[in-house]
């Protein structure tokens, strides 16, 4: 079946435009996450949507970023005013939500490349 | 204390060779710690994943080694290909379904 989707693959803006970015879960998967990877560092964790629930912003690292996940489906990563620090890999990853409650695997998309001149 | 230390960053093997990246972690609530591998351009993929229930887990070429007592957790690839040469993660799991990662392994395998 298809995987988690993402797009752009690619994205270059200047420093202070705003950046959409899309994310396609895989189909049935409740839980949705948004991770950064900076160029060869780890990823760190943004946010994390599980079904109706109040998404988990923990992660944000400033009020430039903001998420959302209509009909529990795709989800929009939106950063605003961008600068030259959050040029990265942008990832999205999503999982089955299992009852009663365990560990289920997330399954990654391919990221998308932002970067702010 | 959420925080997954991974070493080394990076690692030179030969082909046929033994990879071993090793990964401790302090929060004792972690009950899932899983593998990833990512390849250049392309998005972590799962490899292996192991419960603290096991000391260890094998799947071919790949094992981990689970050491509760000492918090600390490692991937062994034996018999290394060029192929294997890839970035690997570490990470952490615990009933919440947050992971947290380690800062990665890059690994080339020379022929």
């Known amino acids: 079946g298809a995987g988690v989707s993402q797009s752009p693959s690619n994205k270059v803006t200047e420093k202070g435009k705003d950046v959409e970015l899309r994310c396609d879960p895989i189909?049935?998967?409740?839980?949705l996450y948004w991770y950064r990877q900076s160029l060869g560092q780890g990823l760190e964790f943004l946010i994390y949507?599980?079904?109706?629930?109040?998404?988990?912003k923990s992660g944000l690292p400033s009020d430039r970023f903001s998420a959302e996940r209509t009909g529990g489906s795709v989800s929009t990563l939106t950063i605003q005013r961008t600068q030259q620090e959050d040029s990265a890999v942008y990832l999205c990853?999503?999982?089955?939500?299992?009852?009663?409650?365990?560990?289920?695997?997330?399954?990654f998309g391919p990221g998308t490349r932002l970067t702010v001149l | 204390q959420q925080q997954v230390k991974q070493s080394p960053q990076s690692l030179i093997v030969q082909k046929g060779g033994i990879s071993i990246i090793n990964c401790a972690y302090e929060?004792?609530?972690?009950?899932?710690f899983p593998w990833y591998q990512q390849f250049p351009g392309k998005g972590p993929a799962l490899l292996i994943a192991?419960?603290?229930?096991?000391s260890e887990k094998k799947e071919g070429r790949f094992t981990i080694s689970f050491n509760k007592s000492a918090k600390q957790f490692s991937l062994h690839i034996m018999d290394s290909q060029p192929g294997d040469s890839a970035t690997y993660f570490c990470?952490?799991?615990?009933?919440?379904?947050?992971?947290?990662f380690g800062g990665g392994t890059r690994l080339m395998v020379k022929p």
């Open positions: 189909s049935g998967h409740t839980a």
């Open positions: 990470a952490a799991e615990n009933a919440g379904n947050m992971l947290t």
């Open positions: 929060n004792t609530a972690f009950d899932y």
């Open positions: 990853a999503s999982s089955k939500f299992s009852s009663p409650r365990t560990t289920d695997t997330q399954y």
């Open positions: 192991i419960r603290p229930d096991v």
């Open positions: 949507f599980q079904g109706n629930s109040a998404p988990d």
